[in-house]
């Protein structure tokens, strides 16, 4: 079974601050690790994902997220906040190739907020 | 390139209506198909999962169902809606049953039942 832990169920940066989102994951399979975003009563879309290689992970928006296997954790970073950046974001996993259908299993979620 | 449409994007029903909201998927072919909810404050949860036709996988007991009539249709209903079925539902859709697809998600529906 997987699941997912966010930590801090609000952030707040001022504009150009580092971002920094928390999520540590728990996986008895390899996990395939997903960041989504969701603007106010929009959907979700993809900032980055983890699947096998590269442990470090750039997205789009200037995001990116390192998996580690040791620690269980897949943290997203931004080096500068833009205020465009006021979202909530999901960290969400998958059971790697064991997870049938391809489901994803999503933590509670963090609000950013950018100061100006 | 592939397009996921739902609706209706608002919705207002009392205790004890039926619902139904609809999501087509545009530009691929038998993709997999989900429904999540979102209910205030809290993160996704995943409802109903659809990997063809006819073939529907419930996570989670409740009061709604699901069908997929169609390959790139899925339609989740309710008989006698409840207070606790308000929500932010979405439907999504991946490629197929590979977990390292993205999945696309719709615009969502807000439900509000009173």
């Known amino acids: 079974a997987q699941s997912v832990t966010q930590l801090g169920s609000h952030v707040s940066v001022s504009e150009g601050a580092l971002v920094l989102l928390r999520c540590n994951y728990s996986s008895s399979v390899p996990p395939y690790l997903f960041w989504y975003v969701q603007y106010p009563n929009q959907g979700l879309q993809l900032l980055l994902k983890y699947t096998t290689g590269a442990t470090l992970v750039k997205g789009i928006n200037g995001f990116e997220a390192e998996f580690k296997k040791s620690e269980t954790s897949f943290h997203l970073t931004k080096p500068s906040a833009h205020m465009s950046d006021a979202a909530e974001y999901f960290c969400?996993?998958?059971?790697?190739?064991?997870?049938?259908?391809?489901?994803?299993?999503f933590g509670q979620g963090t609000e950013l907020s950018v100061k100006p | 390139s592939q397009t996921i449409h739902q609706w209706p994007a608002t919705l207002v029903q009392p205790v004890g209506s039926p619902l139904s909201l609809e999501c087509t998927v545009e530009g691929t072919s038998n993709p997999n198909l989900y429904w999540y909810r979102q209910a205030a404050g809290r993160g996704l949860q995943l409802l109903f999962y659809s990997v063809g036709i006819g073939q529907i996988s419930s996570e989670v007991p409740q009061n709604l169902s699901a069908s997929r009539p169609q390959d790139r249709q899925f339609i989740l209903s309710s008989k006698k809606l409840l207070l606790s079925d308000s929500g932010f539902y979405l439907c999504?859709?991946?490629?197929?049953?590979?977990?390292?697809?993205?999945?696309?998600f719709g615009e969502g529906s807000w439900l509000t039942v009173v």
């Open positions: 969400a996993v998958t059971g790697g190739i064991y997870n049938q259908g391809g489901k994803l299993i």
């Open positions: 999504a859709w991946s490629a197929d049953g590979y977990s390292g697809n993205t999945i696309y």
